[in-house]
């Protein structure tokens, strides 16, 4: 009975190994600055476009509301079997796993701001973990955290959003993952699911409980974990919109970013990558994110909307990115080809002169004169 109870205690910690990011999003060519754009020379401006309306003072119902609390609230709290010591070596293997499989851009000025866009946000969150940042040379418009404080942002997902206000609204979502748990929750549910399901794996060992470590194996790899849940994201959503006001962000670039994805995706129908679509930034979520703003985030003269920081960042990673695609399509470059394709070349061709007896030959009908 031990050995099966270990059994299920590993089989559930495999299964915290499928879990992504929801911002996972379509890919789109990089927008060209708009001219019309407020100038980005200054590090704060007065956003143009009609924000959503927000109350002069707010009276916070309980803490997990009053953003001036921030730091020193209960976020988190619930049934979890993993101590913040376990959830860190926890997600620094699972890092391990996504840094042998990916690409990471190593431009220490890309790097060093986008570490420090992010750190900005975790000082101003309920954070209970260092995070390490790091950027992934992907063209999908994506990012995730993984437990522990391990966060990884797309270069796509750089290119695509058109204010540093953007970037980081998607950035304080998966934060919000890590401070509030979410990843290791997960996993301790997993761990009672697998335990109330012991019998069936003794009777039943190709059941489902098999089909889920063979699953957890492969999720190792970044880009195919599972989705959070419904309840998750929300509150994802709940806590960014404060941790990025809190930081002095326009919490209204978030709404914009995921209308601006809803709208490419109702325009070009497919553009979502199949990891966002099962859990989209859907109406209702966006609905409840501006209410949450219009009720519980005190109106600002100012907010930073974006920086001539981010603009030049952005063109020095479209750039590199552009160089990478140069490198990658080399016409001397090495190719791989496949056994059949090299047996299919040692064929001669039709039309061609093989050089072998197998050459058409002219031949006398015996009936011609």
Do not use: W
């Not at 959503?52 to 988190?76: F, L, W, Y």
């Amino acid at each position: 009975m031990v050995t099966v109870l270990q059994k299920a205690s590993g089989l559930a910690l495999l299964s915290v190994l499928g879990f992504c990011s929801t911002v996972a999003m379509a890919q789109s060519p990089p927008p060209t600055q708009d001219p019309s754009k407020p100038s980005a020379t200054q590090p704060t401006q007065t956003r143009q476009d009609a924000p959503i309306a927000q109350p002069d003072t707010v009276n916070p119902k309980n803490s997990k509301e009053d953003v001036e609390a921030i730091g020193n609230r209960g976020v988190g709290k619930g049934v979890n079997f993993y101590s913040l010591e376990k959830e860190i070596a926890l997600g620094k293997q699972l890092a391990q796993e996504v840094e042998k499989s990916s690409k990471l851009i190593d431009d220490p000025v890309v790097t060093e701001y986008v570490n420090r866009v992010g750190q900005n946000l975790v000082r101003n969150s309920d954070a209970r973990v260092p995070f390490t940042i790091k950027v992934i040379d992907s063209d999908e418009v994506n990012a995730f955290a993984l437990p522990g404080g391990f966060f990884y942002v797309n270069s796509g997902l750089i290119l695509r959003a058109q204010e540093e206000s953007e970037l980081a609204g998607v950035m304080a979502h998966e934060i919000s993952h890590v401070t509030a748990r979410h990843g290791t929750k997960q996993a301790t549910k997993g761990e009672l699911m697998q335990l109330a399901s012991i019998p069936a794996m003794i009777f039943i060992p190709y059941s489902l409980a098999g089909y889920a470590l063979y699953q957890g194996i492969n999720l190792a790899i970044p880009l195919t974990f599972l989705k959070f849940s419904r309840d998750a994201e929300r509150e994802a959503d709940y806590l960014g919109l404060q941790y990025m006001y809190k930081a002095g962000y326009d919490p209204n670039s978030y709404i914009t970013f995921f209308e601006r994805i809803q709208a490419d995706e109702k325009r070009r129908a497919g553009t979502v990558s199949k990891v966002f679509s099962t859990h989209p930034p859907t109406p209702d979520r966006i609905e409840a994110a501006q209410k949450e703003i219009a009720r519980i985030l005190p109106a600002r003269q100012e907010y930073i909307v974006t920086t001539s920081e981010f603009d030049n960042v952005k063109a020095r990673l479209r750039n590199i990115m552009f160089a990478r695609k140069v490198q990658d399509n080399a016409p001397n470059k090495p190719t791989l080809r496949t056994k059949t394709e090299q047996s299919d070349k040692s064929k001669p061709q039709p039309g061609t002169d093989s050089g072998g007896d197998d050459r058409p030959t002219l031949k006398r009908r015996p009936d011609s004169p």
